[in-house]
């Protein structure tokens, strides 16, 4: 079975700084895929950012970008430019390939919570 | 467009007692999922469904069962309440596997619903 760790529980940045978020994770597959979630206050997930294994290119989306180091099994998320509205409990997740029924589910790590300071 | 809903969003329950958790999606999504989040233990899965009338269990499924008559809802049951299933209950859906780049992509981004917290005294 697959596992996700964060081992940063907290983490705060002042506002406008870049912070990183630390993931790794344990599979023996070889084609997957990775996710950043971001849980407000308000308990809505949304997703922030996704990677697909065979991609070597890091994904980017605006100030979020990841450091996917395959080899190491780890895939970071930095958050550039800092704002309010990023403090939030961001978690890391990952998901099988999709070719075979019953890989559909996620597996996520424990969170994150960023504080942003003013 | 409301996209997934989650009905109720708060319930206080004794132990022993049953109720059902709605949820609900407008998308046209194939699969949903229902997952649980505790303090510190992240979000895990307890059951879901990649079709109408289709069930399969999750990670932590005992206590619950699961039911999808209609492609839309997905309903999560809970027989005889315990304090172990105080948590927060989150829905999910997404589309399924194998669609093109409109329709979700080969993976599939799951859309979560607001959350029920559910207390058991």
């Known amino acids: 079975a697959q596992t996700v760790t964060q081992s940063q529980p907290e983490m705060s940045v002042q506002e406008a700084e870049t912070v990183t978020l630390s993931c790794t994770y344990d599979?023996?597959?070889?084609?997957?895929?990775l996710f950043w979630y971001k849980q407000p206050p308000s308990r809505q997930m949304i997703l922030v950012i996704r990677?697909?294994?065979?991609?070597?290119q890091n994904a980017t989306e605006n100030r979020f970008s990841v450091n996917f180091q395959k080899a190491a099994k780890s895939f970071s998320l930095k958050i550039s430019d800092s704002q309010l509205g990023d403090a939030a409990m961001y978690f890391c997740?990952?998901?099988?390939?999709?070719?075979?029924?019953?890989?559909?589910?996620?597996?996520f790590g424990t969170g994150t919570r960023l504080t942003i300071i003013p | 467009n409301a996209g997934v809903t989650q009905t109720p969003k708060f319930r206080v329950l004794k132990t022993g007692q049953s109720m059902t958790l709605l949820c609900a999606q407008d998308?046209?999504?194939?699969?949903m999922y229902w997952y649980r989040q505790d303090p510190g233990m992240g979000l895990r899965l307890i059951h879901y469904?990649?079709?109408?009338?289709?069930?399969a269990k999750g990670e932590v499924p005992d206590g619950y069962n699961v039911s999808r008559l209609k492609k839309q809802n997905f309903l999560l049951g809970l027989e005889s309440a315990a304090p172990s299933q105080t948590s927060v209950y989150f829905c999910a859906s997404s589309y399924a596997d194998g669609g093109t780049e409109t329709s979700g992509g080969p993976y599939n981004e799951q859309f979560f619903g607001p959350g029920t917290r559910l207390t058991v005294l």
């Open positions: 469904s990649v079709g109408e009338g289709t069930t």
């Open positions: 998308m046209n999504h194939e699969y």
């Open positions: 990677q697909e294994a065979y991609k070597q």
């Open positions: 997740a990952y998901r099988s390939t999709p070719h075979n029924f019953g890989n559909e589910k996620l597996t």
């Open positions: 599979t023996s597959e070889s084609d997957y895929y």
